[in-house]
């Protein structure tokens, strides 16, 4: 097990390497050995580090926060849209474009409509003191319909010349204007990713049944809001930095099981390292195939739902 972990980690190490010379601008492989080297040097270190980091952090986020979704509700088909965050930090952003378009401001507004709509979802799935699953899909279905028709709304009185393809663009997410101060506030992940990673054997646990889990002396109804806050918060920052990238968090857990197993102690792992490395490739693509730049959205969605059929498929065949 551990050297299929080695191997992956060894695998992304070197799509980082090569992703450097990976863009419409042509990178020699042996740029830092040129006189004249300071053109590459900016687009290396200022351009196209900064995303190949941000995409790890971002792959690997989004793909914790499946498992960590799939593990507390006990559903192979949960992803981090599940509790309507998606569309709380979308329509916090629609605001922040409509108000002054500045990205700082883009973000912040997003991060804190998609806490915001989580904390709405505790709430109204909060019932005599505990939080049930049941009561917690319903909630995300209810918030998530909320903030999807105040998206709606922001886009129907957006300027269609300006603000409404702004809108559109950042919902596509995209890599694109990324910068080292993006790096840092996403560096934030690290956080709520090590508590998790620490708390990952317990993931197990949370497999079972509520009565199995209390049963043997576990406190599943707090371990489940301290899994969800955590994933939540994973799930918030990328998409107010990059915008929503769909199909990670529901497609890559799949991916890790099916190369490591089921225990969570690796694949908690695995999905990290493998998040890291399919939206990188996927960035990869998106700016490689033509001259402008293709919103990272679509690549994912292209390229994982065919997966995510052939992963069914496969799954299928294996308990038949």
């Known amino acids: 097990m551990n ?21 419409p601008v042509k990178i020699p492989l042996d740029f ?14 200022d351009v196209r580090l900064p995303r190949i980091i941000l995409s790890c952090v971002v792959g690997g986020s989004m793909s914790l926060a499946g498992v960590v979704y799939q593990s507390v509700f006990r559903n192979p ?14 329509f916090g952003a629609a605001v922040g474009i409509l108000l002054s378009g500045n990205l700082i401001l883009i973000q912040l507004f997003s991060l804190i409509s998609g806490i915001l709509s989580t904390f709405a979802v505790f709430y109204i799935a909060r019932k005599d003191g505990h939080i049930d699953i049941l009561s917690l899909v319903i909630s995300g279905i209810i918030v998530g319909s909320f903030f999807s028709s105040l998206l709606g709304l922001a886009k129907y009185f957006a300027d269609p010349d300006n603000k409404l393809p ?25 956080i709520p990713i090590c508590v998790i990673y620490y ?29 969800i806050g955590l994933s939540t918060l994973l799930v918030s920052i990328s998409i107010s930095l990059v915008g929503i ?40 693509i998106a700016r490689s195939l033509t001259t402008g730049e293709i919103p990272i959205g679509i690549v994912t969605s292209f390229i994982s739902a065919p997966l995510f059929g052939f992963l069914y498929k496969m799954n299928y065949a294996k308990n038949k």
Do not use: Q
Request: glycine fraction near 8%.
């Open 3 to 23: 050297k299929k972990l080695f191997f992956m980690g060894f695998l992304l190490t070197a799509i980082i390497f090569f992703s450097v010379f990976i863009g």
């Open 245 to 284: 990238i769909g199909w990670v968090g529901l497609v890559v857990p799949h991916m890790a099981r099916l190369v490591v197993g089921y225990d969570n102690k690796y694949v908690v792992v695995a999905s990290l390292i493998i998040g890291a490395l399919f939206v990188l490739l996927c960035d990869d």
């Open 199 to 227: 708390k990952r054997w317990f993931l197990n646990v949370a497999n079972l049944e509520d009565e199995e889990a209390i049963a043997i002396g576990f406190d599943i109804h707090r371990f489940r809001i301290l899994m």
């Open 32 to 45: 830092w050995l040129l006189k004249n080297k300071s053109y590459y040097e900016t687009i290396v270190y």
């Open 77 to 90: 088909l949960a992803s981090p849209d599940i509790l309507g965050t998606a569309f709380g930090c979308a």
């Open 166 to 190: 702004a809108i559109t663009f950042w919902l596509m997410g995209s890599f694109s204007d990324v910068g080292y101060k993006d790096v840092a506030i996403g560096l934030v992940c690290l």
